[in-house]
């Protein structure tokens, strides 16, 4: 069993920062892919970013140059530096992990931004 807890969310100004982080536990396959969606109110979960095993990274275009995604492997944590953040970033933040035979998702942090 594989089980993602999420910390950092919170309520920031916008052009603030803020740094999500999610630490896997259980059986973690070597060979994975980690990432963070989210989640606004009334629309669909979208990728923000996401990372493989061997730090390929992925990220949507409403976010490019703004964040950063990182991972520890020897950790199996997974970090998101949200950077520039924006109204329309306001969003439930989730982790997920994929790995063979299996997706995890952590419970979700709230990411709110004032303008």
């Known amino acids: 069993q594989v089980q993602l807890v999420e910390s950092g969310g919170g309520l920031v100004q916008a052009g603030g920062s803020l740094r999500l982080s999610c630490a896997a536990s259980?059986?973690?396959?070597?060979?994975?892919?980690m990432g963070w969606y989210r989640q606004a109110p009334g629309k669909k979960r979208e990728l923000v970013a996401s990372?493989?095993?061997?730090?390929?990274?992925n990220y949507a275009d409403s976010v490019k140059g703004r964040f950063t995604i990182s991972r520890d492997n020897a950790k199996n944590t997974v970090a998101l530096q949200m950077n520039s953040l924006k109204p329309e970033d306001t969003a439930v933040y989730y982790c997920?992990?994929?790995?063979?035979?299996?997706?995890?998702w952590g419970q979700g942090t709230l990411v709110t931004v004032s303008s």
């Open positions: 259980g059986s973690i396959f070597r060979i994975n892919a």
């Open positions: 997920n992990l994929r790995q063979r035979y299996l997706e995890v």
């Open positions: 990372i493989t095993s061997s730090s390929s990274t």
